[in-house]
T-cell receptor, first 114, second 112 residues
Framework: DGGITQSPKYLFRKEGQNVTLSCEQN?????MYWYRQDPGQGLRLIYY???????QKGDIAEGYSVSREKKESFPLTVTSAQKNPTAFYLC?????????????FGAGSRLTVL | QKEVEQNSGPLSVPEGAIASLNCTYS??????FFWYRQYSGKSPELIMS??SNGDKEDGRFTAQLNKASQYVSLLIRDSQPSDSATYLC????????????WGLGTSLAVNP
Protein backbone atom coordinates (compact mmCIF):
# COMPACT_ATOMS: atom_id res chain seq x y z
CA ASP A 1 0.00 0.00 0.00
CA GLY A 2 1.21 3.49 -0.79
CA GLY A 3 1.78 5.86 2.05
CA ILE A 4 4.14 7.80 4.25
CA THR A 5 6.21 6.15 6.95
CA GLN A 6 7.53 8.20 9.84
CA SER A 7 9.92 6.87 12.43
CA PRO A 8 10.35 6.69 15.29
CA LYS A 9 6.81 7.08 16.56
CA TYR A 10 8.04 8.22 19.98
CA LEU A 11 11.41 9.76 20.75
CA PHE A 12 12.95 11.08 23.92
CA ARG A 13 15.87 13.47 23.78
CA LYS A 14 18.13 14.98 26.35
CA GLU A 15 18.75 18.68 26.14
CA GLY A 16 21.68 19.50 23.89
CA GLN A 17 21.25 16.49 21.62
CA ASN A 18 20.40 16.54 17.95
CA VAL A 19 17.80 14.04 16.76
CA THR A 20 16.71 13.04 13.27
CA LEU A 21 13.16 12.10 12.35
CA SER A 22 12.73 9.89 9.32
CA CYS A 23 10.08 10.35 6.63
CA GLU A 24 9.76 8.02 3.65
CA GLN A 25 7.00 8.01 1.01
CA ASN A 26 6.18 5.59 -1.80
CA UNK A 27 3.45 7.69 -3.36
CA UNK A 28 5.76 9.10 -6.03
CA UNK A 29 4.89 12.58 -4.77
CA UNK A 30 7.14 15.45 -5.74
CA UNK A 31 6.52 17.69 -2.72
CA MET A 32 7.18 16.88 0.91
CA TYR A 33 6.56 18.89 4.06
CA TRP A 34 7.35 18.94 7.75
CA TYR A 35 4.88 20.38 10.22
CA ARG A 36 4.95 20.82 13.95
CA GLN A 37 1.78 20.61 16.03
CA ASP A 38 1.47 21.92 19.57
CA PRO A 39 -1.72 21.99 21.64
CA GLY A 40 -3.75 25.09 20.85
CA GLN A 41 -1.39 26.26 18.08
CA GLY A 42 -2.42 24.29 15.06
CA LEU A 43 -0.12 23.10 12.31
CA ARG A 44 2.99 25.16 11.68
CA LEU A 45 5.20 24.61 8.63
CA ILE A 46 8.87 23.95 9.35
CA TYR A 47 10.34 23.12 5.93
CA TYR A 48 9.09 21.99 2.56
CA UNK A 49 10.61 20.60 -0.61
CA UNK A 50 9.04 20.64 -4.05
CA UNK A 51 11.83 18.81 -5.84
CA UNK A 52 14.88 16.69 -5.06
CA UNK A 53 17.93 18.63 -3.85
CA UNK A 54 15.87 21.73 -3.11
CA UNK A 55 13.97 22.84 -0.02
CA GLN A 56 12.60 26.05 1.49
CA LYS A 57 12.12 27.32 5.01
CA GLY A 58 8.65 27.44 6.38
CA ASP A 59 7.34 29.65 9.15
CA ILE A 60 9.36 28.17 12.02
CA ALA A 61 12.60 26.79 10.50
CA GLU A 62 14.98 28.03 13.20
CA GLY A 63 16.61 25.14 15.03
CA TYR A 64 15.72 22.59 12.34
CA SER A 65 17.46 21.25 9.25
CA VAL A 66 16.39 18.99 6.39
CA SER A 67 17.76 17.28 3.30
CA ARG A 68 16.13 15.97 0.13
CA GLU A 69 18.66 13.70 -1.56
CA LYS A 70 16.03 11.26 -2.81
CA LYS A 71 12.47 11.81 -3.97
CA GLU A 72 11.21 9.30 -1.41
CA SER A 73 12.96 10.68 1.65
CA PHE A 74 12.82 13.94 3.60
CA PRO A 75 14.46 13.59 7.03
CA LEU A 76 14.18 16.33 9.64
CA THR A 77 16.92 17.04 12.17
CA VAL A 78 15.94 18.81 15.36
CA THR A 79 19.09 20.52 16.55
CA SER A 80 20.11 21.65 20.00
CA ALA A 81 19.40 25.21 18.83
CA GLN A 82 15.66 24.48 18.91
CA LYS A 83 14.68 25.82 22.32
CA ASN A 84 11.34 24.11 22.73
CA PRO A 85 11.39 20.93 20.63
CA THR A 86 8.79 18.92 22.52
CA ALA A 87 5.95 18.52 20.01
CA PHE A 88 4.15 16.25 17.58
CA TYR A 89 5.95 16.27 14.21
CA LEU A 90 4.07 15.49 11.04
CA CYS A 91 5.51 14.70 7.63
CA UNK A 92 3.29 15.11 4.57
CA UNK A 93 3.53 14.85 0.82
CA UNK A 94 1.59 16.00 -2.20
CA UNK A 95 1.67 15.52 -5.95
CA UNK A 96 2.07 18.47 -8.29
CA UNK A 97 -0.41 20.27 -10.49
CA UNK A 98 -3.96 20.79 -9.32
CA UNK A 99 -3.52 18.50 -6.36
CA UNK A 100 -0.52 20.43 -5.12
CA UNK A 101 -2.07 21.18 -1.78
CA UNK A 102 -3.88 17.91 -1.15
CA UNK A 103 -1.68 16.54 1.59
CA UNK A 104 -1.19 12.97 2.71
CA PHE A 105 0.22 12.74 6.22
CA GLY A 106 2.36 10.18 7.95
CA ALA A 107 1.39 8.88 11.38
CA GLY A 108 3.59 11.40 13.14
CA SER A 109 6.55 11.37 15.51
CA ARG A 110 6.15 12.56 19.08
CA LEU A 111 9.33 14.10 20.46
CA THR A 112 9.80 14.72 24.15
CA VAL A 113 12.79 16.53 25.61
CA LEU A 114 13.75 15.28 29.06
CA GLN B 1 -7.41 38.95 12.37
CA LYS B 2 -6.24 35.40 11.87
CA GLU B 3 -6.03 34.22 8.28
CA VAL B 4 -8.20 31.15 8.87
CA GLU B 5 -10.58 31.11 11.81
CA GLN B 6 -12.59 28.31 13.33
CA ASN B 7 -14.55 28.04 16.56
CA SER B 8 -12.49 25.82 18.83
CA GLY B 9 -15.56 24.14 20.31
CA PRO B 10 -16.19 21.68 21.64
CA LEU B 11 -19.25 21.30 19.45
CA SER B 12 -21.48 18.67 20.95
CA VAL B 13 -24.28 17.00 18.97
CA PRO B 14 -26.43 13.94 19.61
CA GLU B 15 -25.99 10.84 17.50
CA GLY B 16 -27.98 11.08 14.28
CA ALA B 17 -28.03 14.88 14.22
CA ILE B 18 -26.40 17.21 11.69
CA ALA B 19 -23.09 18.70 12.79
CA SER B 20 -22.20 22.05 11.23
CA LEU B 21 -18.61 23.24 11.28
CA ASN B 22 -17.66 26.68 10.04
CA CYS B 23 -14.47 28.34 8.82
CA THR B 24 -13.81 31.91 7.71
CA TYR B 25 -10.76 33.15 5.85
CA SER B 26 -9.25 36.55 5.22
CA UNK B 27 -7.63 36.29 1.75
CA UNK B 28 -10.34 37.07 -0.79
CA UNK B 29 -8.17 35.59 -3.56
CA UNK B 30 -8.09 32.10 -2.04
CA UNK B 31 -9.15 29.39 -4.48
CA UNK B 32 -8.68 26.04 -2.74
CA PHE B 33 -10.26 24.87 0.49
CA PHE B 34 -9.88 21.67 2.46
CA TRP B 35 -11.37 19.92 5.47
CA TYR B 36 -9.21 17.44 7.38
CA ARG B 37 -10.26 15.22 10.26
CA GLN B 38 -7.84 14.51 13.09
CA TYR B 39 -8.51 11.94 15.78
CA SER B 40 -6.82 12.50 19.11
CA GLY B 41 -3.15 11.53 18.92
CA LYS B 42 -3.34 10.76 15.21
CA SER B 43 -2.43 12.60 12.03
CA PRO B 44 -4.88 14.61 9.88
CA GLU B 45 -6.67 12.92 6.99
CA LEU B 46 -8.41 14.66 4.10
CA ILE B 47 -12.22 14.63 4.24
CA MET B 48 -13.22 17.07 1.54
CA SER B 49 -11.77 19.55 -0.90
CA UNK B 50 -13.79 22.30 -2.58
CA UNK B 51 -12.79 24.84 -5.17
CA SER B 52 -16.03 26.40 -6.50
CA ASN B 53 -18.89 28.24 -4.86
CA GLY B 54 -21.75 26.04 -3.79
CA ASP B 55 -22.10 22.61 -2.25
CA LYS B 56 -20.06 19.47 -2.72
CA GLU B 57 -21.39 16.23 -1.30
CA ASP B 58 -19.54 13.03 -0.48
CA GLY B 59 -21.54 10.47 1.45
CA ARG B 60 -22.59 11.98 4.79
CA PHE B 61 -20.30 14.97 4.29
CA THR B 62 -21.18 18.20 2.49
CA ALA B 63 -18.77 21.08 2.02
CA GLN B 64 -20.22 24.51 1.33
CA LEU B 65 -18.21 27.40 -0.08
CA ASN B 66 -19.24 31.05 -0.26
CA LYS B 67 -16.37 33.12 -1.63
CA ALA B 68 -18.29 36.40 -1.44
CA SER B 69 -18.74 35.96 2.31
CA GLN B 70 -15.36 34.24 2.69
CA TYR B 71 -16.53 31.19 4.54
CA VAL B 72 -16.46 27.46 4.03
CA SER B 73 -18.45 25.00 6.07
CA LEU B 74 -18.66 21.27 6.60
CA LEU B 75 -21.93 19.51 7.33
CA ILE B 76 -21.95 16.00 8.71
CA ARG B 77 -25.33 14.31 8.41
CA ASP B 78 -26.42 11.42 10.62
CA SER B 79 -23.51 12.07 12.96
CA GLN B 80 -21.93 9.01 14.53
CA PRO B 81 -19.76 8.69 17.66
CA SER B 82 -16.92 7.74 15.29
CA ASP B 83 -17.12 11.26 13.86
CA SER B 84 -15.88 12.64 17.19
CA ALA B 85 -12.59 14.31 16.27
CA THR B 86 -11.03 17.69 15.57
CA TYR B 87 -11.83 19.10 12.14
CA LEU B 88 -9.19 21.31 10.55
CA CYS B 89 -9.96 23.85 7.86
CA UNK B 90 -7.12 24.66 5.45
CA UNK B 91 -7.03 27.35 2.77
CA UNK B 92 -4.53 28.00 0.00
CA UNK B 93 -3.53 31.62 0.44
CA UNK B 94 -3.26 33.21 -3.01
CA UNK B 95 -1.35 36.19 -1.64
CA UNK B 96 1.40 34.25 0.13
CA UNK B 97 3.17 32.11 -2.45
CA UNK B 98 0.14 29.81 -2.45
CA UNK B 99 0.88 28.46 0.99
CA UNK B 100 -1.58 26.29 2.83
CA UNK B 101 -2.92 28.17 5.85
CA TRP B 102 -4.45 26.11 8.67
CA GLY B 103 -7.16 26.92 11.15
CA LEU B 104 -6.78 25.74 14.74
CA GLY B 105 -9.59 23.22 14.36
CA THR B 106 -13.01 22.60 15.85
CA SER B 107 -13.46 19.77 18.29
CA LEU B 108 -16.62 17.75 17.62
CA ALA B 109 -18.18 15.36 20.13
CA VAL B 110 -21.03 13.13 18.99
CA ASN B 111 -22.92 11.75 21.97
CA PRO B 112 -24.60 8.33 21.78
Amino acid sequence: DGGITQSPKYLFRKEGQNVTLSCEQNLNHDAMYWYRQDPGQGLRLIYYSQIVNDFQKGDIAEGYSVSREKKESFPLTVTSAQKNPTAFYLCASSSGGGAANVLTFGAGSRLTVL
Amino acid sequence: QKEVEQNSGPLSVPEGAIASLNCTYSDRGSQSFFWYRQYSGKSPELIMSIYSNGDKEDGRFTAQLNKASQYVSLLIRDSQPSDSATYLCAVVNAGNNRKLIWGLGTSLAVNP
